[in-house]
């Protein structure tokens, strides 16, 4: 799981109710498109689904944040035989930003910027992630469990930063 100090444990729907699509704006160019979408209906046993999320925004500062995110996911649940459970999952996510960066409370006090500006605006980065994991899981004629696991993670974050200001 990855952790140093501590993890959060996820569970994510098996099924879905209802497919759904959901779109939004605010201020400062801001943008979120969401969609979940039902891949087999009322199949006996077995769902399917696939979500996705858009995100857009520039926000409150004077150079715009550029921020774009998106993450995409797909779930399988189902019973492939009459005691084997297999469960598939895929997500994928990846996010870019200019950033305003970190700002010098100085810098503010004198008037040289306000709280929303930046000394150095080609701050910023881009990070994401890809996890694919399948479980197998076996119940037993005694009602004991057997669970196969298996995942691949890949990840990666690029961070742009000029935090001395000498560059």
């Known amino acids: 799981d990855f952790n140093t100090a501590g993890y959060a444990n996820f569970y994510t729907l098996n099924a879905l109710d209802q497919s759904s699509v959901k779109f939004e704006a605010g201020k400062f160019d801001s943008y979120r498109t969401v969609a979940l979408l039902d891949l ?6 077995k769902n399917a689904y696939v979500s996705a999320e858009y995100q857009y925004t520039n926000g409150p500062f004077e150079n715009p944040q550029n921020f774009n995110r998106i993450n995409l996911f ?17 997500s994928t996510f990846k996010c870019e930003w200019d950033a305003s960066g ?25 990070t994401g992630r890809s996890n694919v994991n399948v479980t197998l899981t076996k119940v037993n004629d005694d009602q004991s469990t057997f669970r196969n696991q298996i995942y691949f993670s890949n990840y990666d974050f690029e961070l742009y930063s000029n935090f001395t200001y000498f560059l």
């Open 102 to 126: 970190q700002i010098p409370e100085r810098a503010i006090t004198e008037g040289v910027i306000n709280r929303f500006g930046a000394i150095d605006n080609t701050e910023g980065g881009y």
């Open 40 to 45: 087999l209906g009322n199949q006996t046993n």
């Open 74 to 90: 797909g779930k399988f649940h189902g019973v492939i035989d009459d005691n084997k459970l297999l469960t598939i999952s895929l």
